[in-house]
Nanobody, 124 residues
């Protein structure tokens, strides 16, 4: 099974950028559908972006389209989330999830493997 570790979070001003990384160990990374979710205080975990095995199939929640870019490097076993034009409403703990399924899902319940999360705080 795969283990996931997120990094790259931090405090940034509105309009700034951050790049999150999700490093995997164990398992065969290229067989896992991967996704980024986020959870703000008092809110449910929300789908942000997902990417298929090869990186061709990519999906975003509408609120981040045009600002965030998800990618993966199967050789390095790493998934990324480049976040530009950050807004205060992007503030949350960001989690990466993985599952050996055929397609990306926007539901957190189908992902069996999770990292510990990384905090992203955007100040106004």
């Amino acid at each position: 099974q795969v283990q996931l570790v997120e990094s790259g979070g931090g405090l940034v001003q509105a309009g700034g950028s951050l790049r999150l990384s999700c490093a995997a160990s164990g398992g065969t990374f290229s067989t896992y559908v991967m996704a980024w979710f986020r959870q703000a205080p008092g809110k449910e975990r929300e789908f942000v972006a997902g990417i298929g095995w090869s990186g061709v199939k990519i999906y975003y929640v509408d609120s981040v389209k045009g600002r965030f870019t998800i990618s993966r490097d199967n050789a390095k076993k790493v998934m990324y989330l480049q976040m530009n034009s950050l807004k205060p409403e992007d503030t949350a703990v960001y989690y990466c999830g993985a599952d050996q399924r055929l397609t990306v899902s926007r539901s957190s319940s189908v992902y069996n493997y999770w990292g510990q999360g990384t905090q992203v705080t955007v100040s106004s």
